[in-house]
């Protein structure tokens, strides 16, 4: 029986024998010892935490993103902690802990601009007028003279007017406004000849007093494109197409004393678009502008034509405030006429006016 053993070991290389001889003895040792790791074994955490600082010190080594003042081995868990612009950068995989912001990385940075910018414009029109008034009362033949009164008929001659708007600037090209112009106009005359106007008669040698209110508001919006550029880098040659939506107040008041009052007032609506073409020498801080706008006459809307031309300078700045004055000639025209028999028909032209005011952009 033992020959028989002893010839199947034979059999058994003799590398093998040894090995699993010396895996026996580790075995034994390691039992005697009470569990303990020999002297010369080391320890996984101690070859995790070695790594890890391996990895630090390369990363804080490199000219990179994180410094070797910034970036931190922790001893109790062993794991890698960056720290970026003073805040603390963990194990976490989100968006946030990969990609630093940019007030992470940037302290004392100033606030960011408000999103839009803000400018208001007044002005101030003064010039020559004319027009007629034809107002019947409920459209009806005989109430009112074909084509009458003419303004100078009434004593009116001139215009004083003042137009405000506001804009709000969402980018450099793009603008919404909202403004308005009030055109009040009155005068007083003797009437050269019989007049009959909103079913009141008035003789002739009547001596009338007369006001005629021509208001309208806007609300549009403009496009601004860059055609040259200056060497300045602002752009010096600018072509702004713009429309607007336009709601006209009328309002009309013939007070001839003992022979009545004639009165009527209305609101109708119209549209308007147009362009502004800008020269702005060398990119500098004076702008030579030419606009006009207008619509098709269509009966029952209202139909405003403007056309002008303005020279705007840019002459101081405090904080976000810009200051801007403008000078120029104005020509506006006003048309409207209903679908009635007798039809109201209003028509106003205004101009040359001269035109100054004031922009404010903040």
């Known amino acids: 029986m033992q020959s ?7 059999r058994v ?11 026996l003895a580790v075995a034994l040792a390691g039992c005697a010892s009470g569990g303990e790791a020999p002297a010369s074994q080391t320890a996984p955490s101690e070859i995790h935490a070695a790594v ?59 606030p960011a601009q408000l999103p839009v910018m803000f400018s208001l ?81 008035f003789p002739k040698h009547t001596h009338v007093q007369s006001k005629i209110r021509l208001d309208w508001y806007r609300l549009g919006y403009r496009y601004d494109f860059a055609l040259h550029q200056a060497d300045n880098g602002v752009a010096d040659v600018t072509l702004t197409p713009w429309i607007e939506g336009i709601l006209w107040d009328f309002g009309y008041n013939l007070n001839g004393e003992r022979a009545g009052t004639a009165e009527r007032g209305f609101q109708k609506t119209g549209f308007q678009f147009g362009g502004t073409f800008a020269w702005r020498p060398l990119g500098g801080p004076l702008s030579l502008e030419a606009a006009a706008g207008s619509f098709p006459n269509i009966r029952s809307l209202e139909q405003i034509s403007i056309e002008s031309l303005t020279a705007r300078y840019h002459f101081a700045e405090w904080h976000r405030f810009d200051f801007n004055v403008l000078l120029g000639v104005l020509w506006e025209q006003q048309e409207f006429r209903d679908h009635q028999s007798l039809p109201n028909r209003i028509s106003a032209s205004f101009g040359p006016m001269v035109q100054a005011g004031l922009q404010i952009s903040f």
């Open 52 to 110: 890890a600082r391996d990895a630090a010190a390369d990363i804080t080594a490199s000219p990179g993103f994180f410094s070797r003042s910034t970036a931190e081995v922790d001893p109790a868990d062993n794991t890698f902690t960056p720290r970026v612009g003073g805040s603390e950068r963990t194990n976490d995989t989100s968006d946030s802990a990969i990609f630093p912001t940019y007030a992470d990385v940037v302290s004392g940075e100033e």
């Open 121 to 201: 414009q007044g002005t101030y029109l003064y010039g020559p007028v004319g027009g007629i008034v034809q107002i019947p009362k409920g459209g009806k033949l005989g109430t009112a003279n074909a084509n009458r009164p003419r303004f100078d008929d009434i004593g009116i001659n001139n215009v004083s007017a003042i137009d405000g708007e506001l804009d709000v600037n969402f980018d450099p090209q793009q603008q919404l406004f909202i403004g308005g112009e009030m055109i009040h106009l009155s005068g007083g005359t003797s009437l050269a000849r019989p007049l009959t106007t909103a079913g009141v008669h």
């Open 4 to 10: 028989s053993r002893a010839g199947r070991f034979d």
């Open 13 to 23: 290389p003799r590398h093998a024998a040894w090995w699993v001889t010396g895996v």
